[in-house]
């Protein structure tokens, strides 16, 4: 029996992959055909081609007769990646649904250990770690420091948002079913951050899987402190956002007498460790996402990283 054969009782997981003009694409694809598929699983991939031209449909054209399952192509144009997320919830037809960036490359247990992680704990999404790979350009303090790496943040012994670069999501879920990705930050950024952090308020439990890894390369133009503290700055700006979304007027006050105050101690600490690049940076960078929450609870324009208008529904081609 092949893997896109259906086993009898087996459960149905979509992988999803959102591209937008990357060449990596080829490799994560590569990656998720040679992993190994969960032994009450099969597999189906989806691709939602977030360019306005139709530009990665050859490519993956090409490599569907080369993987082990059956894959789809979804064009949904253009510049917006909350619509490529919203195209692959539409386009999933499995019982759970999981996300993979197109830049990414999925480790040989990493669906394994997701599906595991779900059925044992019976949460609505299970995050797992992305692994930044850095370039022997990349400055010294940031390989050390490991500044590009995600993983989950725990409060009070719970996690209460995520992320989309390595995530299983139980997709009918009742926290889950009909939720989709904010069409107005799918071009700021911080897209997820929302979906995730409004799953939880609903219910949603959040859980990680330490074993399911994916890989990242970190390019040249991410290996620069400038995109790290842009970078930064847009997460404060999208929790600032959230925490404003749940007060109103002057209850804001005290959350911005907080942040500045956070902000104003990262300031000294990293002028304090000025000879220490590691420490010096990651104070330096929390204090810039201070910033962020403070411009976010005071309703300013969050940063543009995607450019373009959302346009309609993606079609499986």
Known sequence: ???????????????????????????????????????NATVRVIVADNDVRPSARELVYALAAQLPFQVVYVHCPASNISLARNACLENAVGEYLAFIDDDSTAAKDWLVEL??????????????PVRSVYPDT????????DFHSTGPVWVDGEIRTGYSGNVLLRRF??????????????????????????????????CFAPGAIVHEPVPDNRARFSWLATRRFRVGQTHGRLLGGARRGTNIIPQVGLAATKLAYCALAAAA????????NRFALR?????????????????RQYGGEPAGRGNAA
């Open 1 to 39: 029996m092949t893997a896109t054969q259906k086993k009898v009782g087996a459960v149905r997981i979509d992988v999803c992959v959102c591209t937008y003009r990357r060449r990596e694409l080829e490799d994560t694809l590569r990656s998720i055909g040679a992993m190994t598929v969960p032994d």
């Open 115 to 128: 599906l595991a992680a779900a059925e044992m704990s019976g949460a609505d999404a299970v995050l797992g």
């Open 138 to 145: 990349a400055p010294r303090w940031m390989r050390e420091g």
């Open 173 to 206: 879920s009742p926290r889950i079913a009909g939720r989709r990705f904010s069409l107005v930050l799918g071009q700021t950024g911080g897209e997820d951050t929302e979906f995730f952090t409004h799953l939880h308020r609903a219910g949603g439990m959040i």
């Open 273 to 280: 460790l000025a000879f220490v690049p590691v420490l010096r």
């Open 287 to 303: 204090g810039t996402m201070h910033a962020g929450a403070i411009s976010g609870l005071l309703g300013l324009r969050e940063i």
